[in-house]
Each structure stands twice: as C-alpha cells, then as structure tokens.
C-alpha cells in the first residue's frame, strides 16, 4: 500500500487518523508558548451546527475526556474525542500565512459539502 502524501504540505497522511502539518504544528507551538503554558493541547471536535450540518471546533483545552485519541505532531499534542474522531479520519489540519489568507485550514476527504464560509460541512 503506497503511503499518501499531501502535496501541498509534503505531510505524509495516515487515513485512521487526524494528520496535522508542521507548519500547523509549529504555530500552535509559538502560540502556547506566548500563553506560558505547557499543560495545553489543541482540541479538534466536530459539533452539530453550521449551514451544512456540521462545524469544526479548534481550541486549547486542559481537560482530558474518556476516549480522548492523542496524537503527538513535533511535541504539539492533539486531542480528538471519540465521537468526532471519524469525522476527522484523515483530515489534515495546516496554517496558511500568505498575503490573501491567515489561519488553520482542514482539508478533510470526509466532508461532502461545504457552504461559503468554510467552517462547516456534512
């Protein structure tokens, strides 16, 4: 079976999973780094909501919840819980800093559909 690779991150991706790129990886590092604090991880969940159904949620959060699935992407932890995790097989979380655009983006092959504002799908 030949290895997936996203070609616009170089980021090898694995389908039983959330994949985050290291340009993701490391702002999330800078950014808990400027907060001062070590015993963050970065949350992804998907919620019911949005025009299409679904939204994604992306936060720092302390807690860790029964059948949390951790992930450890260049020393960034990454937390999924259980009920959004396949929602998010596969999906790959990156930051993109260009003249047009700033901010985490979610390419995820799971969504089907998508509206306008790009947080949400189905």
Known sequence: M???V????ETPIRQDGI??????????RNLLEQEGRDDLQLRIAVQPGGCSGLRYQLFFDERNLDGDIVTDFNGVSVVVDRMSSPYLNGAVIDFVDTIEK?????????ATGSCACGDSFH
Do not use: H, L
Not at 19 to 28: F, H, I, P, R
Not at 102 to 110: E, H, K, L, R, V
């Open 102 to 110: 700033q901010g985490f983006t979610i390419d995820n092959p799971n």
């Open 19 to 28: 994949n985050v790129s290291d340009a993701a990886a490391t702002k999330v």
């Open 6 to 9: 996203d070609t616009a991150t």
């Open 2 to 4: 030949t290895e997936q």
